[in-house]
């Protein structure tokens, strides 16, 4: 029997080192490499449980796992930090604060009665106004959502277009503004050119191409009790996700195209609708760092519909000329969507 285990071992611990390989592909060339990105970290949670099970029935075959987990070693450093100690003596002078939050069109504060709609704005209101960031990114804004953050009062400055979700709010003065193309309405990407501490410095608020796959998620749940449709579910999921997936990397792309143009330091901020292991993460974090990374802590979840526990919205600022140095998710229940807050410099 543990002959037969180990020959299973051996053959998963292939797809585990090919797996790592793929991770972070070009949908465009092969979609199925990004279905890594998703199960990348049950693929962690198997090898741990794996080399445990080596460990207590036959120490001696726990170096397969061992190994699978060290080839791994770096794609599992994308999905935790610990450098949130590390940075906590950078931010002592003066640090610019933002947060980018995809408030879901504030949905959760609308209610039957009044009073308890002006409840849970105020509420809202209080929250914004503790944490007080200088630049707010925000995602899928509408129309109430606007109304209510400029209720504030903090943000005298802001760039925010009709039917285009993204917007911006800041402290800041805005030299300049515009909006990345991605020829849909409900997935956009805005920037502004703010003067930060004497510095021109570009903020973009993207919003890239989601899954669209919660009623998916839902009916399949649904139905597996029933036993109907659960092969119609999965091939109705995958054909969605290979389309969302391949549109969510060309947009990736725009953006890094448009920014790397850009002259000045950039910050993106923003939902990527993936995770660290996508193509789209690669593609951005090739010039940009990654706040989490930088002086985050644990595994930063900032999802939580769904399909809870992903991290797919971050602040990312300029190699060069952007140090990060705080980097916080808060748990709120005022989206299906964590805010990240960053305090950062503007180097030199």
């Known amino acids: 029997m543990l002959r037969f285990l180990l020959a299973l071992n051996i053959v998963w611990s292939f797809l585990c080192i090919l797996m790592y390989f793929i991770v972070g592909a070009d949908p465009s060339i092969f979609w199925m490499f990004s279905i890594a990105s998703l199960i990348l970290p049950v693929v962690f949670l198997i090898n741990i449980l794996i080399l445990l099970f080596w460990l207590v029935f036959k120490w001696q075959n726990a170096w ?30 003066d640090p610019v604060s933002i947060m980018s939050y995809n408030v879901y069109g504030l949905k959760q504060l609308k209610d039957t009665t009044q009073a308890m709609a002006e409840m849970k704005k105020n509420k809202f209101i209080s929250f914004i106004r503790q944490y007080d960031p200088d630049i707010l990114c925000v995602q899928e804004d ?22 285009h979700g993204a917007a911006i709010y800041s402290r ?3 030299l300049d503004k515009g909006r990345i193309d991605f020829g849909t309405r409900t997935n956009s990407c805005l920037w502004v050119d703010a003067l930060i501490q004497g510095r021109t410095v570009r903020v973009y608020s993207l919003h890239l191409q989601s899954n669209q796959l919660a009623r998916e998620i839902s009916a399949l749940q649904k139905e597996e009790q029933q036993g109907k449709g659960f092969l119609n579910n999965i091939r109705r999921m995958l054909s969605k996700y290979k ?5 969510r990397s060309h947009q990736a792309k725009l953006v890094t195209d448009h920014a790397m143009q850009s002259e000045k330091p950039c910050i993106i901020a923003g939902d990527l609708n993936d995770t660290p292991f996508s193509h789209c993460y690669k593609l951005l974090t090739k010039h940009w760092n990654d ?48 805010p990240v807050f960053v305090k950062f410099y503007v180097k030199g």
């Not at 070693?73 to 931010?91: R, V």
């Not at 389309?243 to 549109?247: G, L, M, P």
């Not at 991290?311 to 964590?338: A, E, P, W």
């Open 64 to 93: 397969l796992p061992f190994i699978c987990l060290l080839a791994g070693w770096n794609p599992f450093f994308l999905m935790f930090s610990f450098g949130e100690n590390s940075n906590a003596n950078k931010c002592q002078k």
């Open 142 to 163: 509408n129309f109430f959502a606007d109304e209510v953050i400029n209720r504030s009062g903090i943000y005298p400055y802001f760039h925010y277009m009709i039917q």
């Open 172 to 174: 800041f003065p805005i």
């Open 243 to 247: 389309k969302n997936t391949i549109v």
């Open 291 to 338: 706040s989490f990374l930088e002086c985050g802590s644990g595994l930063g979840t900032t999802f939580a519909g769904a399909l809870p526990g992903l991290r797919i919205d971050y602040i990312l600022g300029d190699q060069n000329s952007i140090s990060f140095c705080t980097h916080k998710v808060f748990q709120t229940s005022f989206s299906d969507h964590h």
